[in-house]
């Protein structure tokens, strides 16, 4: 089924709205910049961060990245596709005039060989207007396979070439991926989906690369992005028919009973603050899309977690429960269809939680074309059983009426 186009702007403008929310949700407290940042060693790279850095993506003005540097965050994460190099040409904007040895620069490539790999770093070293890039990471790499040889080699040769200092990995998929970076023995790095709806499930992957001096920074902190959740229900009340046994299937199952929206969090700190205490994790991505977020964020640094900020999350776990995937894996190849539950979840959570509809857009078009062309609506039934309480059915169809 292929969405007519007054029913994609009807889905689109739904992801406009929360942002509103967000701005008036946050805490008051005027902002006292710390006195001293707690700076963490990066594992064997040795390099000083500050724990909480800028997750650069959806930061859309270089004056953040200077406030950023003001304050002390010395940890920038952008990519060369996020925005067609548009995130890195800003992140060199924002930088201007600061010591290249004051702050650290990643950025990332999703090459799938060696010669993307290093044509990716040729333009993102122009892009970032350097001659070394601190860390270059392959991005989004949640199966062994694809971190082959090649690519590891790849990052043993741009090193000795000097244009990066060290190398590694992202990762949604820790668990799978632990082993096969801990053996790879040349990755200096890892970031990876952390954030506290996981509870303690990644645990046993970060001891595992901590004790292999593996530096670890975790994204997607804040899991669903201090509230950026549209109505949902609003928004599949007019959903056309799936096309199962009796003119419904699994799409009018769905459409049936899916709870009220969770409304837009408070206060996006204690998130924050959950991950901090982990102190095998280096430093932290949060987006930043202004100085307020960045000051609110840095706030994480001088506030104790309490009693009341466990009672807050696990509230909101059980909130976003419905809506939300912890990218925990566990479903990977319950569909018989070959559906990439998880990555598709999560393409739609870039839409969704993230207001980031191109990039949902763009991770969707990259999708094999089979994959693609899979309507859940289309089954009588799902056979996905998530642990989590994501409705998976109704989470898929969503994705592919927005952007399929
Ligand atoms: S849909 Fe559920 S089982 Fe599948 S990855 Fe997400 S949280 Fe895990
Ligand atoms: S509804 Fe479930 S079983 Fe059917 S294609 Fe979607 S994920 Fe697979």
Redesign the pocket.
């Known amino acids: 089924m292929k969405p007519d186009s007054s029913r994609r702007n009807f889905l689109r403008v739904g992801l406009t709205l929360p942002a509103i929310g967000l701005a008036g949700s946050r805490p008051g407290a005027a902002f006292q910049p710390p006195s001293s940042i707690p700076y963490r060693t990066l594992g064997k790279t040795g390099l000083k961060v500050c724990p909480v850095g800028v997750g650069v993506g959806f930061t859309p003005d270089p004056s953040v990245i200077a406030r950023a540097v003001d304050l002390g965050i010395n940890y920038f994460d952008t990519a060369n596709d996020y925005s067609n190099g548009n995130s890195e040409r800003l992140l060199t904007t924002g930088l201007k005039g600061v010591p290249r040895d004051k702050v650290i620069v990643v950025s990332k490539t999703p090459a799938k060989t060696r010669g993307v790999f290093m044509a990716d770093l040729e333009d993102s070293l122009k892009n970032l207007a350097t001659d070394r890039i601190d860390i270059w990471l392959l991005h989004a790499k949640s199966k062994p396979e694809e971190v082959p040889d090649e690519l590891l080699e790849a990052g043993n040769e741009a090193k000795k070439q000097g244009k990066i200092r060290f190398f590694g990995v992202s990762t949604h998929d820790l668990d799978l991926m632990a082993d096969h970076f801990v053996k790879a023995g040349n990755i200096d790095a890892v970031t990876f989906t952390y954030n506290f709806t996981m509870g303690t499930g990644r645990e046993a992957a970060i001891a595992k690369l901590s004790k292999a001096g593996i530096g670890l920074t975790a994204m997607k902190v804040m899991a669903a992005n201090g509230g950026v959740l549209p109505d949902f229900s609003a928004m599949t009340a007019g959903r056309a028919p799936g096309r199962g046994p009796g003119g419904g299937g699994?799409g009018a199952q769905a459409r049936g009973g899916m709870p009220p929206r969770p409304a837009a969090i408070k206060n996006p700190l204690p998130a924050l603050k959950w991950v901090l205490r982990n102190p095998t994790v280096a430093t932290t991505i949060p987006g930043v899309r202004d100085i307020e977020m960045l000051e609110m964020n840095l706030r994480a640094l001088s506030e104790k977690f309490t009693a009341e900020d466990e009672r807050l999350l696990s509230a909101r776990s059980e909130e976003i429960r419905p809506y939300y995937c912890r990218m925990c894996y566990s479903c990977r190849g319950?569909?018989?269809?070959g559906?990439p539950?998880p990555d598709q979840l999560r393409i739609l959570a870039y839409a969704d939680f993230y207001g980031d509809f191109p990039l949902a857009q763009r991770s969707f078009s990259a999708l094999p074309k089979e994959v693609r062309a899979?309507?859940?609506?289309?089954?009588s039934?799902?056979?996905?059983r998530c642990p989590n309480g994501v409705r998976?059915?109704d989470r898929?169809?969503r994705a592919q009426e927005l952007l399929a």
């Open positions: 699994v319950q569909c018989p269809k559906m539950v899979l309507r859940c609506g289309d089954c039934e799902c056979s996905v998976v059915a898929l169809i």
